[in-house]
Protein backbone atom coordinates (compact mmCIF):
# COMPACT_ATOMS: atom_id res chain seq x y z
CA UNK A 1 0.00 0.00 0.00
CA UNK A 2 1.07 3.31 -0.80
CA UNK A 3 1.68 5.53 2.38
CA UNK A 4 2.85 9.38 2.14
CA UNK A 5 4.10 11.63 4.75
CA UNK A 6 2.35 14.84 3.98
CA UNK A 7 1.55 16.13 7.49
CA UNK A 8 3.26 14.46 10.97
CA UNK A 9 -0.63 13.80 11.41
CA UNK A 10 0.06 11.22 8.89
CA UNK A 11 2.00 9.07 11.13
CA UNK A 12 1.29 7.09 14.97
CA UNK A 13 4.10 7.74 18.01
CA UNK A 14 4.76 3.56 17.66
CA UNK A 15 5.54 4.51 13.66
CA UNK A 16 7.35 7.78 14.79
CA UNK A 17 9.46 5.59 17.00
CA UNK A 18 10.14 2.91 14.45
CA UNK A 19 11.07 6.17 11.78
CA UNK A 20 13.57 7.34 14.76
CA UNK A 21 15.01 4.16 15.10
CA UNK A 22 15.45 3.57 11.14
CA UNK A 23 17.26 6.83 11.25
CA UNK A 24 19.41 5.89 14.19
CA UNK A 25 20.46 3.01 12.26
CA UNK A 26 21.42 4.87 9.05
CA UNK A 27 23.25 8.06 10.50
CA UNK A 28 25.90 4.61 11.89
CA UNK A 29 26.08 3.63 8.49
CA UNK A 30 26.09 6.74 6.32
CA UNK A 31 28.85 8.29 8.53
CA UNK A 32 31.18 4.97 8.21
CA UNK A 33 30.23 5.62 4.61
CA UNK A 34 29.11 1.89 3.90
CA UNK A 35 27.33 0.33 0.72
CA UNK A 36 23.72 0.33 1.40
CA UNK A 37 21.45 -0.45 -0.99
CA UNK A 38 17.72 -0.25 0.35
CA UNK A 39 16.53 2.01 -3.01
CA UNK A 40 18.28 0.60 -6.16
CA UNK A 41 16.45 0.32 -8.75
CA UNK A 42 14.50 3.06 -7.09
CA UNK A 43 13.95 6.83 -8.95
CA UNK A 44 12.51 9.56 -7.17
CA UNK A 45 11.49 13.50 -7.77
CA UNK A 46 12.11 15.90 -5.75
CA UNK A 47 9.48 18.75 -6.74
CA UNK A 48 10.81 21.92 -5.65
CA UNK A 49 8.73 25.31 -5.76
CA UNK A 50 10.91 27.13 -3.56
CA UNK A 51 14.82 27.02 -2.56
CA UNK A 52 16.14 24.85 -0.43
CA UNK A 53 19.87 24.12 0.80
CA UNK A 54 19.62 21.52 3.46
CA UNK A 55 16.29 19.60 2.50
CA UNK A 56 17.17 18.87 -0.88
CA UNK A 57 20.74 18.28 -0.25
CA UNK A 58 19.90 15.76 3.07
CA UNK A 59 17.22 14.05 0.61
CA UNK A 60 19.56 13.89 -3.12
CA UNK A 61 22.42 12.78 -0.87
CA UNK A 62 20.63 10.21 1.32
CA UNK A 63 18.94 8.85 -2.01
CA UNK A 64 22.19 8.66 -3.09
CA UNK A 65 23.86 6.46 -0.27
CA UNK A 66 20.98 4.63 -0.32
CA UNK A 67 21.48 3.78 -3.69
CA UNK A 68 18.99 4.92 -5.45
CA UNK A 69 18.49 7.74 -8.25
CA UNK A 70 17.55 11.53 -7.42
CA UNK A 71 15.74 13.70 -10.29
CA UNK A 72 15.34 17.35 -9.25
CA UNK A 73 12.46 18.61 -10.74
CA UNK A 74 12.21 22.27 -10.33
CA UNK A 75 8.83 24.12 -10.90
CA UNK A 76 10.26 26.81 -13.10
CA UNK A 77 11.50 24.03 -15.48
CA UNK A 78 8.41 22.15 -15.69
CA UNK A 79 5.22 22.87 -17.59
CA UNK A 80 3.64 23.36 -14.93
CA UNK A 81 5.23 26.92 -14.49
CA UNK A 82 3.26 27.84 -17.98
CA UNK A 83 0.19 26.59 -16.74
CA UNK A 84 -0.57 22.89 -16.65
CA UNK A 85 -2.61 21.15 -14.03
CA UNK A 86 -0.88 20.00 -11.07
CA UNK A 87 -2.84 16.75 -11.64
CA UNK A 88 -2.06 16.15 -14.82
CA UNK A 89 1.83 16.76 -13.57
CA UNK A 90 1.24 14.08 -10.91
CA UNK A 91 0.06 11.69 -13.24
CA UNK A 92 2.42 11.75 -15.42
CA UNK A 93 5.49 11.44 -12.47
CA UNK A 94 3.67 8.69 -11.19
CA UNK A 95 4.01 6.57 -14.28
CA UNK A 96 7.59 7.13 -13.86
CA UNK A 97 8.77 7.73 -10.49
CA UNK A 98 8.76 5.50 -7.26
CA UNK A 99 8.35 8.86 -4.73
CA UNK A 100 8.07 12.66 -4.72
CA UNK A 101 9.54 14.48 -2.23
CA UNK A 102 7.91 18.07 -2.79
CA UNK A 103 8.31 21.26 -1.09
CA UNK A 104 5.14 23.99 -2.54
CA UNK A 105 3.45 26.58 -1.18
CA UNK A 106 0.29 25.67 -0.92
CA UNK A 107 -0.30 22.77 1.70
CA UNK A 108 -3.09 21.83 -1.08
CA UNK A 109 -0.80 20.98 -4.20
CA UNK A 110 0.72 18.42 -1.89
CA UNK A 111 -2.81 16.56 -1.64
CA UNK A 112 -2.91 16.74 -5.50
CA UNK A 113 0.15 15.15 -5.90
CA UNK A 114 -0.78 12.31 -3.85
CA UNK A 115 -3.99 11.89 -4.94
CA UNK A 116 -3.24 11.71 -8.93
CA UNK A 117 0.09 10.42 -8.62
CA UNK A 118 -0.68 7.45 -6.41
CA UNK A 119 3.06 6.70 -5.37
CA UNK A 120 4.30 8.19 -2.30
CA UNK A 121 4.20 11.75 -1.67
CA UNK A 122 6.97 13.44 1.25
CA UNK A 123 6.52 16.65 1.85
CA UNK A 124 9.30 18.80 2.23
CA UNK A 125 7.59 21.80 3.80
CA UNK A 126 4.44 23.52 2.13
CA UNK A 127 2.65 26.80 4.00
CA UNK A 128 1.14 24.33 6.77
CA UNK A 129 3.80 22.05 7.25
CA UNK A 130 7.28 20.82 8.13
CA UNK A 131 7.27 17.59 9.08
CA UNK A 132 10.35 16.05 8.08
CA UNK A 133 12.32 18.68 9.92
CA UNK A 134 10.71 17.98 12.78
CA UNK A 135 11.50 13.90 12.24
CA UNK A 136 14.30 15.24 12.28
CA UNK A 137 14.78 17.84 15.12
CA UNK A 138 13.40 15.30 17.40
CA UNK A 139 15.42 12.47 16.34
CA UNK A 140 18.28 15.37 17.41
CA UNK A 141 16.40 15.60 20.67
CA UNK A 142 16.31 12.58 21.52
CA UNK A 143 20.30 12.14 21.15
CA UNK A 144 20.62 15.22 23.10
CA UNK A 145 18.02 14.20 25.74
CA UNK A 146 17.36 10.99 25.53
CA UNK A 147 14.00 10.94 27.39
CA UNK A 148 11.51 13.02 25.74
CA UNK A 149 8.61 12.70 27.93
CA UNK A 150 8.13 15.52 30.23
CA UNK A 151 11.08 17.42 28.39
CA UNK A 152 9.75 21.20 28.20
CA UNK A 153 10.15 22.99 24.60
CA UNK A 154 9.63 26.72 24.37
CA UNK A 155 9.45 27.95 20.48
CA UNK A 156 9.58 31.90 20.10
CA UNK A 157 8.04 33.75 16.86
CA UNK A 158 6.38 32.45 13.86
CA UNK A 159 3.46 30.09 14.40
CA UNK A 160 3.99 28.96 10.87
CA UNK A 161 4.62 25.54 9.31
CA UNK A 162 7.20 24.57 11.74
CA UNK A 163 5.46 25.24 14.58
CA UNK A 164 2.59 23.24 13.41
CA UNK A 165 4.49 20.66 12.89
CA UNK A 166 6.59 20.99 16.25
CA UNK A 167 2.69 21.17 17.74
CA UNK A 168 2.31 17.60 16.23
CA UNK A 169 5.74 16.36 16.89
CA UNK A 170 5.62 17.25 20.69
CA UNK A 171 2.09 16.13 20.92
CA UNK A 172 3.15 12.49 20.02
CA UNK A 173 6.12 11.94 22.02
CA UNK A 174 4.80 13.55 25.54
CA UNK A 175 6.41 16.97 25.02
CA UNK A 176 5.50 19.91 27.16
CA UNK A 177 5.62 22.86 24.69
CA UNK A 178 4.91 26.40 24.77
CA UNK A 179 4.80 29.01 22.52
CA UNK A 180 5.40 32.61 22.46
CA UNK A 181 3.94 34.71 19.41
CA UNK A 182 2.69 38.38 18.48
CA UNK A 183 -1.36 38.38 18.43
CA UNK A 184 -2.05 37.24 14.90
CA UNK A 185 0.79 34.93 14.34
CA UNK A 186 -0.77 32.18 16.09
CA UNK A 187 -0.32 28.42 14.92
CA UNK A 188 -3.57 26.53 13.03
CA UNK A 189 -6.05 26.88 14.80
CA UNK A 190 -7.08 23.16 13.58
CA UNK A 191 -3.50 21.99 14.10
CA UNK A 192 -3.92 23.04 17.79
CA UNK A 193 -7.28 21.04 18.11
CA UNK A 194 -6.11 17.90 16.27
CA UNK A 195 -3.28 17.90 18.41
CA UNK A 196 -5.26 17.80 21.66
CA UNK A 197 -5.83 13.86 21.70
CA UNK A 198 -2.23 13.32 21.00
CA UNK A 199 -1.72 14.90 23.96
CA UNK A 200 -3.94 13.63 26.37
CA UNK A 201 -2.40 10.60 25.07
CA UNK A 202 0.94 11.19 25.96
CA UNK A 203 1.04 13.34 28.68
CA UNK A 204 2.07 16.21 26.43
CA UNK A 205 0.91 19.79 26.45
CA UNK A 206 0.65 22.81 25.20
CA UNK A 207 0.31 26.75 26.16
CA UNK A 208 0.61 29.74 23.92
CA UNK A 209 1.87 33.27 25.20
CA UNK A 210 2.65 37.13 23.95
CA UNK A 211 5.45 36.77 26.30
CA UNK A 212 8.53 35.04 25.67
CA UNK A 213 10.29 35.05 28.79
CA UNK A 214 7.38 33.40 30.07
CA UNK A 215 7.69 30.80 27.51
CA UNK A 216 11.40 30.39 28.23
CA UNK A 217 11.34 30.23 32.27
CA UNK A 218 12.79 27.06 33.19
CA UNK A 219 12.47 25.35 29.54
CA UNK A 220 14.84 22.56 28.18
CA UNK A 221 15.05 23.93 25.11
CA UNK A 222 14.60 26.95 22.82
CA UNK A 223 13.27 26.75 19.73
CA UNK A 224 12.61 29.62 16.73
CA UNK A 225 12.33 29.76 13.29
CA UNK A 226 12.58 33.05 10.60
CA UNK A 227 10.10 36.04 11.08
CA UNK A 228 9.30 35.86 7.06
CA UNK A 229 8.84 32.34 5.63
CA UNK A 230 8.74 32.02 1.83
CA UNK A 231 5.71 33.11 0.46
CA UNK A 232 5.40 36.01 2.97
CA UNK A 233 8.15 38.77 1.80
CA UNK A 234 5.63 41.00 1.00
CA UNK A 235 4.44 41.26 4.79
CA UNK A 236 8.36 41.56 5.71
CA UNK A 237 8.38 45.33 7.01
CA UNK A 238 4.96 44.78 9.06
CA UNK A 239 6.70 41.28 10.58
CA UNK A 240 9.90 42.67 11.59
CA UNK A 241 8.28 45.32 13.39
CA UNK A 242 5.60 42.73 14.70
CA UNK A 243 8.04 40.48 15.71
CA UNK A 244 10.47 42.52 17.93
CA UNK A 245 11.06 41.54 21.15
CA UNK A 246 10.60 37.43 19.95
CA UNK A 247 14.63 37.02 19.49
CA UNK A 248 16.08 34.49 21.13
CA UNK A 249 19.32 36.14 23.23
CA UNK A 250 21.37 35.75 25.82
CA UNK A 251 18.95 37.25 28.30
CA UNK A 252 16.30 34.87 27.42
CA UNK A 253 18.79 32.15 27.45
CA UNK A 254 19.35 32.85 31.08
CA UNK A 255 15.72 32.31 31.32
CA UNK A 256 16.12 28.75 30.48
CA UNK A 257 17.16 25.45 32.13
CA UNK A 258 21.13 25.81 32.88
CA UNK A 259 21.45 23.16 30.54
CA UNK A 260 19.20 24.40 27.78
CA UNK A 261 19.59 24.21 23.54
CA UNK A 262 18.91 26.68 21.39
CA UNK A 263 17.65 25.03 18.06
CA UNK A 264 16.83 26.41 14.59
CA UNK A 265 15.69 24.62 11.61
CA UNK A 266 17.80 27.35 9.43
CA UNK A 267 18.49 29.49 7.65
CA UNK A 268 18.83 31.81 10.44
CA UNK A 269 18.74 35.71 10.11
CA UNK A 270 21.43 36.68 13.13
CA UNK A 271 20.23 39.79 14.66
CA UNK A 272 16.76 39.31 13.90
CA UNK A 273 15.10 35.81 15.53
CA UNK A 274 18.34 34.94 16.84
CA UNK A 275 21.66 36.54 18.09
CA UNK A 276 25.17 35.66 16.30
CA UNK A 277 25.89 34.89 19.99
CA UNK A 278 23.67 32.09 20.87
CA UNK A 279 23.87 30.49 17.49
CA UNK A 280 27.75 30.35 17.86
CA UNK A 281 27.64 30.01 21.94
CA UNK A 282 27.83 26.35 23.30
CA UNK A 283 24.00 25.72 24.08
CA UNK A 284 23.46 26.01 20.14
CA UNK A 285 22.88 22.77 18.35
CA UNK A 286 22.10 24.14 15.40
CA UNK A 287 24.77 22.08 13.44
CA UNK A 288 23.95 18.55 14.37
CA UNK A 289 20.04 19.88 14.09
CA UNK A 290 21.21 20.60 11.01
CA UNK A 291 23.70 17.13 10.05
CA UNK A 292 20.83 14.91 11.58
CA UNK A 293 18.23 16.21 8.64
CA UNK A 294 20.53 13.70 5.61
CA UNK A 295 19.69 11.13 8.49
CA UNK A 296 16.30 12.03 8.98
CA UNK A 297 15.59 11.99 5.46
CA UNK A 298 17.42 8.26 5.17
CA UNK A 299 15.19 7.01 7.88
CA UNK A 300 11.90 8.51 6.54
CA UNK A 301 12.78 7.23 3.07
CA UNK A 302 13.26 3.86 4.36
CA UNK A 303 10.00 3.80 6.08
CA UNK A 304 7.91 5.32 3.13
CA UNK A 305 9.63 4.46 -0.09
CA UNK A 306 9.53 0.57 -0.84
CA UNK A 307 11.03 -0.36 -4.05
CA UNK A 308 9.74 -2.62 -6.47
CA UNK A 309 11.72 -5.75 -5.94
CA UNK A 310 12.07 -8.42 -8.44
CA UNK A 311 10.73 -6.87 -11.70
CA UNK A 312 11.84 -8.65 -14.75
CA UNK A 313 14.23 -7.05 -17.36
CA UNK A 314 12.21 -7.25 -20.73
N1 LIG B 1 15.47 23.73 7.43
C1 LIG B 1 15.23 23.65 6.11
O1 LIG B 1 14.23 23.12 5.65
O2 LIG B 1 16.22 24.20 5.36
P1 LIG B 1 16.19 24.39 3.77
O3 LIG B 1 15.18 25.45 3.45
O4 LIG B 1 17.59 24.81 3.43
O5 LIG B 1 15.81 23.08 3.15
N1 LIG C 1 9.29 28.70 8.03
C1 LIG C 1 10.37 28.71 7.05
C2 LIG C 1 11.15 27.44 7.14
C3 LIG C 1 12.33 27.37 6.23
C4 LIG C 1 13.03 26.07 6.33
C5 LIG C 1 9.79 28.94 5.67
O1 LIG C 1 8.75 28.38 5.35
O2 LIG C 1 10.40 29.68 4.89
Redesign the pocket.
Known sequence: MTRSLLSLFDISSEELSSILQLIEGYKKKITNREDLTSLQSTVLGLLFEK??????TGFETAIHRLGGEALYLQTDNLQASRGEPIKDTARVLGSYLDGIIARVYAHDTLCQLEKYAAIPVINA?SDLE?PT?VISDIFTLRELKHDLSGLTLAYIGDGNNVCNSLIIGTALTGIQMRIACPKGYEPHAEIIQRARALQEDSGASLSITREPSEAALEADVLYTDVWVSMGKEKEQGKRLRDFRGYQINEDLVKKASPDAIAMH???AHRGLEITDEVIEGSQSVVWQQAEN?LHGAAGILAFFIHPKRGVKNP
Open positions: PSTRTRLHQCLPK
